[in-house]
């Protein structure tokens, strides 16, 4: 790639002079020119830009110029869009190449015409939640060109998309009557001829998978990688290669069995009997494995014999679905692809009930009162990364605010077995002297003690006082923000925005037009969230974000280490957590305008030894132990 890219990002080059906005940072460039290297060569580069570092164009503009097909994942399906129909559009027009471009993401993300038809053959019997969604997403499915689900402006989670979306086990394929206006297929006939194709971190994982099978790809035979948010893809591949099997799936197997039946076989079978004792054997298992809401080793439900009997129970009624389904077999697509259905959870049902295997763990978890999940996550993705990165004449380029552990990127690249990498780290262009102090204060006790979350409310209380709202406060558990959230209302002069009282975005929205509130929330704001400006100035958080030991993927991993004379808190637990930690500081500058005060409650920062790990990998803010600094650096409080 004979391109000068300081002609491209130069004070006076292409994108200063076609973007009101741009301004020329050295950090980009260096950046853009070393993934441009690698995007000429081939091979791997591991690179962490910092915050504002605009990591985003210093690859696009290789990527663009490239003349390669290059694949771009992310992490989110947020993200996907803000490439897709911002900055790609953008660098495009300030270099003038008309590249082909195109969007793909997962089937849950397109409306399903087929259920949509089906649906609305049953509207009488829908609450009224649903039959109201199902008239907005109707209206708009005369319209759409795309059917991305992410056009229509309506929560996530809502509950209408559960319906009117496919699966990989509900979908016909070919044989599906809507198959020619299909918008799944449309978007992956865009992606086999576009240059670029923006993906994600799952899809990029389905691809992997069906290259190691030796099968058709999802994804166009791309010869150049760009993996943003890198950080997010082990735990991502970790699930994605694993094995699970849920109530919902079996819930869904055996509503979709019995519509399909009254269709095309009413009459002919006993498959509705079945269906009832394939729901009831679902339920009978939800309630042996009690009340609570539980995440725990499989193992565990070995001492269990209520729910041994639930299982085994369970096993017998889905092999007797099975063979009704087989009596049925042929008089239409929808049955067999039941029967298809039915088949696969048998299967997985069979291979959690054998022998666990050694390179992997298995575990389950309730889910509200109703649900359950079980699970089967590999120790190690490595071997599948292995395989594929690093191959003759293709680019791979890991990027994040958030890779490496002081200079090291040595943890990333040993989750996904990458064994020979170029690695880069570009500082934050910001000046986090002038625009940050971190505070972490004195006197706390250890967050073990029982005392710990009521001084937390006390500090907190004071700190937002002085910030005049304006907070994030992020935790590491559930049960301490609840704790904190009872502790602080009515404490406070400031709206309160607690997680689990409205979806995500929605508090997000509302934190950036308050203008001086205080958001509680756990692992999911941590990451991924942007607030620009005055709304949020300080950041509180109350531990060290180490995951729980008693986490079971977590706890067969350090044994897996531990086993091969490896050190889990140094070689695992300690990375992990120093990388929560940079995401979760991210959060407070994001501009080269804002100014703010990261506070970190926990006193092990300062008082345990693996604490200059953490503090290593922090930017350079002004540091104090004094409140009366954070009440000087907000101007003396309210």
Not at 393 to 421: C, K, M, P, Y
Not at 422 to 442: C, E, I, N
Not at 478 to 497: F, S, T, V
Not at 575 to 587: D, E, F
Request: hydrophobic fraction near 40%; glycine fraction near 6%.
């Amino acid at each position: 790639m004979n391109i000068n890219l300081s002609a491209v990002f130069g004070a006076t080059g292409q994108l200063a002079a076609q973007l009101p906005n741009f301004r020329h940072r050295d950090q980009q460039q260096l950046m853009a020119e070393r993934i441009a290297a690698v995007m000429a060569t081939g091979g791997v580069l591991i690179c962490e830009a910092g915050t504002g570092t605009g990591k985003t164009f210093a690859y696009l503009v290789p990527a663009l110029l490239s003349q390669r097909k290059v694949l771009i994942s992310t992490g989110t399906r947020n993200l996907q869009d803000q490439l897709f129909h911002r900055d790609l559009p953008l660098i495009r027009t300030a270099l003038k190449r008309p590249v082909t471009v195109a969007l793909l993401k997962g089937r849950a993300n397109y409306l399903c015409r087929l259920r949509l038809a089906q649906i609305q053959e049953s509207l009488a019997l829908l609450p009224s939640e649903l039959q109201q969604q199902l008239t907005l997403v109707r209206n708009w499915a005369q319209t759409t060109q795309r059917g991305d689900i992410a056009e229509l402006p309506l929560p996530e989670d809502a509950p209408i998309w559960l319906e009117v979306t496919s699966t990989t086990e509900n979908c016909l394929g070919q044989d599906c009557r809507e198959w020619q206006h299909c918008h799944l297929m449309a978007a992956r006939r865009e992606a086999q001829i576009a240059e670029i194709v923006v993906v994600n971190h799952h899809l990029l994982c389905a691809d992997l998978a069906l290259k190691d099978e030796g099968l058709g790809e999802i994804l166009p035979g791309a010869n150049c990688f760009v993996i943003d948010e890198a950080h997010q893809l082990p735990e991502t591949a970790s699930t994605f290669f694993g094995l699970s099997l849920s109530s919902r799936q079996l819930l869904d197997l055996a509503t979709d069995s019995e519509f399909a039946f009254y269709q095309s076989a009413k009459g002919l079978s006993e498959l509705p009997k079945q269906t009832k004792a394939l729901e009831k054997a679902t339920r009978h298992v939800r309630l042996s494995l009690g009340e609570t809401e539980r995440r725990a080793p499989w193992r565990e439900l070995a001492k269990e014999a209520g729910v041994k009997r639930a299982l085994n129970a369970l096993e017998r009624k889905l092999q007797t679905f099975v063979e009704a389904l087989k009596v049925l077999a042929g008089r239409s697509k929808e049955l067999d692809v039941c029967q298809a259905r039915a088949l696969d959870l048998l299967a997985r049902l069979r291979i959690l009930l054998a022998k666990e295997p050694p390179n992997a763990v298995r575990w389950f978890e309730t889910l509200g009162r109703t649900g359950f999940r079980f699970n089967q996550t590999p120790l190690s993705v490595a071997d599948v990364f292995r395989k594929q990165i690093g191959q003759s004449g293709t680019a791979w380029i890991f990027t994040s605010a958030t890779l490496a552990v002081g200079d090291n990127f040595d943890h990333f690249s040993h989750q996904l077995g990458i064994e020979r990498a170029l690695t880069a780290r570009w500082d934050s262009p910001f000046d986090y002297s002038k625009q940050a102090l971190w505070f972490v204060p004195r006197g706390l006790p250890q967050p073990s003690e029982p005392e710990y979350n009521q001084r937390v409310i006390a500090l907190a209380q004071e700190i937002i006082s002085y910030s005049r709202g304006r907070a994030f406060l992020l935790f590491t558990s559930h049960r301490a923000l609840r704790e904190i959230a009872a502790g602080l209302e009515g404490k406070i002069d400031y709206p309160l925005l607690i997680q689990g009282t409205a979806p995500r975005a929605e508090l997000l929205k509302r934190f950036r037009q308050l203008g001086n509130a205080v958001l509680l929330g756990t692992s999911s704001f941590w990451e991924g969230v942007d607030v620009r400006g005055e709304a949020l100035s300080c950041v509180l958080i109350d531990r060290l974000p180490f995951a729980s030991p008693s986490d079971p993927v977590l706890a067969a991993r350090i044994d897996a280490l531990r086993q091969r004379g490896g050190n889990p808190f140094t070689d695992y637990q300690l990375p992990q957590a120093v990388i929560a930690l940079k995401q979760g500081a991210g959060r407070l500058i994001r501009d080269s305008a804002d100014r703010g005060v990261l506070v970190v409650c926990d006193p092990r920062l300062l008082s345990k030894p693996y604490g200059h790990t953490f503090l290593a990998s922090l930017p350079p803010m002004a540091r104090t132990r004094h409140i009366e600094d954070v009440r000087a650096f907000f101007g003396g409080g309210a």
